[in-house]
């Protein structure tokens, strides 16, 4: 499976940005999809899952803020990042797992995306 990410850039606190990210390869519907994000001197972070289904997975800090949705069609998933803080500065990447309840099953990845808050 490769994955390719886009939409990261720098934006100012309360503002938004959207995520997207294609999946080719060996993609089934029954893949989660999902996001994390690392910020420099930190561990990477699980922030938002979805299922086949559209059963959704958020961390408590952007639970009201971001969006995720996915197209099985197009294999694709986006990520609306509405509100956003100067801690929502990272690099995001886009994956692909089994369960969108476990973030260790997130196998393949994509490049990663640079999203930037200024305050």
């Known amino acids: 499976v490769q994955l390719q990410a886009s939409g990261g850039g720098l934006v100012q606190a309360g503002g938004s940005l959207r995520l997207s990210c294609a999946a080719s390869?060996?993609?089934?519907?029954?893949?989660?999809m999902g996001w994390f994000r690392q910020a420099p001197g930190k561990e990477r972070e699980y922030v938002s899952g979805?299922?086949?289904?559209?059963?959704?997975y958020y961390r408590d800090s952007v639970k009201g803020r971001f969006t995720i949705s996915r197209e099985n069609v197009k294999n694709t998933v986006t990520l609306q990042m509405n509100n956003l803080k100067p801690e929502d500065t990272a690099v995001y990447y886009c994956?692909?797992?089994?369960?969108?309840?476990?973030?260790?099953?997130?196998?393949?990845w994509g490049q990663g995306t640079l999203v930037t808050v200024s305050s």
């Open positions: 390869g060996s993609m089934y519907s029954s893949h989660a």
């Open positions: 979805v299922s086949w289904s559209g059963s959704t």
């Open positions: 994956a692909v797992g089994t369960t969108y309840l476990n973030s260790r099953t997130y196998k393949y």
